[in-house]
T-cell receptor, first 115, second 114 residues
Framework: DTEVTQTPKHLVMGMTNKKSLKCEQH?????MYWYKQKAKKPPELMFV???????INESVPSRFSPECPNSSLLNLHLHALQPEDSALYLC??????????????FGSGTQLSVL | DAKTTQPPSMDCAEGRAANLPCNHS???????VYWYRQIHSQGPQYIIH???NNETNEMASLIITEDRKSSTLILPHATLRDTAVYYC???????????????FGTGTRLKVLA
């Protein structure tokens, strides 16, 4: 299994809603990532978890709250978002080792629209 | 963290080689260069990566200059299905917690023409 699975594929939410994005991998990877991608722009790193602990937070607003319940799962909790937060949210995973074979595996993303 | 610079767009005739350049002049000695592509808002797909030596796999070849300040991704026989945005990425050295950051460049929109 070399897949990273993201759900839902599409999400529409109001600015007062609370929702969660989910990401799952069963490759035994120890690092999991959240990226945000606006239309026609490259993905921007948001968070990195390593061994289930938050390792990198790229100064992301607190209305985005990541959670890593176990080594296979990664959630992104959303609350009080703004319309400008509408974007494609990508999850990725990697072994997180000093190996020449190290690389990122991406999910297909969640397309989020905030109304 | 090293940054990458890519041309915003390129065209290539079907069946011809597509050569996509990337500049990473501030790269340090232990930073890898990765290439990914993204088709129509799907998740980015891994193509190839390297440190110093040229690399080849079933998808592409990666040529890294001797000073490592630039690289070229080569798709030897481009097809219509290779139309995508191609990203050159530098993997920064690990943080104090041992985590790697993958920083995307601006990407090149490759259009393969019939």
């Amino acid at each position: 299994d070399t897949e990273v699975t993201q759900t839902p594929k599409h999400l529409v939410m109001g600015m007062t809603n609370k929702k969660s994005l989910k990401c799952e991998q069963h490759m035994g990877h120890r690092a999991m990532y959240w990226y945000k991608q606006k239309a026609k722009k490259p993905p921007e790193l948001m968070f990195v978890y390593s061994y289930e602990k938050l390792s990198i937070n790229e100064s992301v607003p607190s209305r985005f709250s990541p959670e890593c319940p176990n080594s296979s799962l990664l959630n992104l909790h959303l609350h009080a978002l703004q319309p400008e937060d509408s974007a494609l949210y990508l999850c990725a995973s990697s072994q997180d080792r000093a190996s020449s074979r190290e690389k990122l595996f991406f999910g297909s993303g969640t397309q989020l629209s905030v109304l | 963290d090293a940054k990458t610079t890519q041309p915003p767009s390129m065209d290539c005739a079907e069946g011809r080689a597509a050569n996509l350049p990337c500049n990473h002049s501030t790269i340090s000695g232990n930073e890898y260069v990765y290439w990914y592509r993204q088709i129509h808002s799907q998740g980015p797909q891994y193509i190839i990566h390297g440190l110093k030596n040229n690399e080849t796999n079933e998808m592409a070849s990666l040529i890294i200059t001797e000073d490592r300040k630039s690289s070229t991704l080569i798709l030897p026989h481009a097809t219509l299905r290779d139309t995508a945005v191609y990203y050159c990425i530098v993997r920064a050295p690990p943080t104090t917690s041992g985590t790697y950051k993958y920083i995307f460049g601006t990407g090149t929109r490759l259009k393969v023409l019939a």
